[in-house]
């Protein structure tokens, strides 16, 4: 009930505030603001949305965990979307989500209230099992024919 009560009172709230800052800077300040808040989003949310894809890489070579920075993406994400939505209400939640501590306040809230799911601990760098023997094949050793007895060999193409 109270997502949906705040979805109603968010486009009220927004409204509001156009009118307030309009009234005080004037209406063409008020609709360069919001543009200007359009085009930092989409800039911010391109370069951080590079440094959030090279930091999930290298968790993931490392073999770690990279829930922490796949969070971070989708909140980066989300600023972004809310920058680009005209409003000062949006715009200001927007600008709290790019700043790192407040995405690492988000993550502790998020992390003990979401259950993740992974397991990347039995990979090392190169997608093999960690420990694992290695099977060194000779050229002869391994071919790769048809299986004449296979079943899928009955099914023909159309």
């Known amino acids: ?23 005080e800077i004037g209406v063409l300040a008020t609709i360069g603001l919001i543009l200007l808040s359009g085009i930092v ?27 922490k920075e796949l969070a971070n993406g989708a909140m980066i ?11 000062f209400i ?4 927007g600008i709290l989500l790019f700043l790192p501590p407040v995405r690492a ?16 601990g039995g990979f090392t760098r190169r997608g093999g099992p960690a420990g694992g023997k290695t099977i060194d094949l ?3 050793d391994f071919k790769r ?3 004449p007895n296979s079943p899928w060999r009955s099914i023909r193409d159309e």
């Open 77 to 87: 994400v989300l600023a972004g979307i809310l920058l680009l939505i005209p409003g």
């Open 41 to 67: 989003g989409s800039i911010l949310l391109r370069v951080q949305g590079f440094g959030v894809m090279t930091r999930v890489r290298a968790e993931m070579n490392a073999g770690r965990d990279p829930s």
């Open 1 to 23: 009930m109270l997502p949906l009560l705040l979805l109603l009172a968010l486009p009220l709230l927004e409204i509001a505030g156009f009118v307030v800052v309009g009234s």
């Open 138 to 140: 000779d050229e002869d």
């Open 105 to 120: 306040l988000a993550w502790r809230f998020l992390s003990k209230r979401v259950r993740f799911s992974t397991d990347f």
């Open 145 to 147: 024919q048809p299986d």
């Open 90 to 93: 949006s715009d200001i939640v």
